[in-house]
């Protein structure tokens, strides 16, 4: 047996002992006490009202992974590059995303992937908590803070590779932009900053958009341009807030949520809003061909245990596209890296 082969497999199999060790970490507030400057174990304990022994035990296994440097003669340690990404005061942080991906709700939902493959019937969040992610959001304050602060995190670094996905494309004929289910408005705040000529509306569900504080479009100082309107993707009801007309329409990390019978809907309701000739950009994962790696293979089976969705090919997404009234156009790629968003643009046949 080749001890390559033996130590690919042996780290997979305790690669949950160290995201564990990350999550206490992070969730017992290290990344914030220790920084730059050597800070002895002493002085890191007791800033955060550890017990000491220990403390030094969880920071030397930190120290193992490359987030932190472990001084000689356990004299102290600082922070290294990668551990600044756990800070909460980098603009990149990842720290939301640790918190929600190794807290207590998205452990216990992994157990049940077993059952799930074997019966044929998925969202272990549902099987856990008796109710989707989205329900178990609105109705746990705790969770949606953590859960928020990871959506931040996630869509940062996502808004950034759609962007450039962007970089060589033609905006001159589009002047409005809706972005459906655009939370805060991250991305399209960014879009409108890039491409002055272009005002937008971010359709949201009223729990979000009614935390004016949150939202973003002031801060990017594109609030005259940008408008927030309360709807439901999945209404089509002429008596309800709808998707609002747009010259284009783009989501974001939306339709990997759900099923592919609720896909339809959702771009079905937005199709029926649309004028003619409306164009429709679709950012998300995409699934690569066979013996490939890819970091949506593994994001998919995360889908599975968390909600009804998947990640999908870019055929899947013309199936998508093509069973409700759209016609799939081109494939928009930033570049090859692992887990990049790539954008699909269709348009109304």
């Known amino acids: 047996?080749?001890?390559?082969y033996y130590e690919k497999t042996a780290d997979i199999i305790f690669g949950r002992w160290k995201s564990q060790i990350l999550y206490a970490g992070v969730k017992l507030g290290v990344f914030d006490c220790v920084t730059s400057d050597i800070k002895s174990t002493a002085d890191i304990a007791n800033e955060l009202g550890l017990d000491t022994k220990l403390a030094y035990r969880l920071l030397r296994a930190l120290s193992s992974m490359g987030l932190l440097k472990e001084e000689p003669n356990r004299t102290g340690f600082s922070i290294t590059p990668q551990g600044e990404l756990l800070r909460k005061d980098n603009p990149q942080t990842l720290r939301g995303v640790v918190l929600l991906e190794e807290g207590p709700e998205h452990y216990a939902i992994w157990k049940h992937l077993p059952t799930m493959v074997n019966d044929g019937k998925q969202n272990s969040f549902v099987r856990e908590f008796g109710c989707n992610i989205f329900e178990y959001r609105d109705r746990n304050p705790d969770y949606a803070e953590v859960f928020n602060q990871a959506m931040t995190s996630y869509s940062?670094?996502?808004t950034t590779w759609a962007l450039e996905a962007f970089d060589n494309y033609d905006f001159s004929n589009i002047h409005h932009?809706?972005?459906i289910g655009g939370g805060t408005g991250h991305l399209l705040g960014n879009?409108?900053?890039?491409?002055?000529?272009?005002k937008g509306t971010v359709l949201e569900l009223e729990s979000v958009i009614s935390k004016k504080e949150s939202l973003l479009a002031s801060r990017l100082g594109v609030s005259e341009r940008c408008s927030y309107v309360s709807g439901d993707m999945f209404s089509s009801s002429t008596t309800t807030s709808h998707v609002p007309s747009a010259d284009a329409y783009i989501m974001k990390m939306i339709l990997h949520d759900w099923s592919d019978e609720e896909c339809v809907k959702i771009l079905s309701n937005i199709q029926r809003s649309s004028p003619e000739h409306a164009r429709l950009f679709i950012a998300e994962h995409l699934v690569p061909g066979p013996n490939i790696p890819h970091f949506s293979k593994l994001f998919d089976i995360h889908m599975m245990c968390a909600a009804s969705g998947r990640e999908r090919t870019v055929d899947e997404y013309s199936s998508l596209l093509e069973g409700s009234g759209w016609k799939y156009v081109q494939t928009l790629h930033p570049h090859k890296q692992s887990g990049l968003i790539e954008v699909i643009e269709g348009s109304k046949p």
Not at 1 to 4: A, C, I, K, P, R
């Open 1 to 4: 047996m080749s001890d390559n």
């Open 156 to 158: 940062t670094a996502q």
């Open 177 to 179: 932009i809706c972005d």
């Open 191 to 198: 879009l409108l900053l890039k491409y002055p000529h272009i």
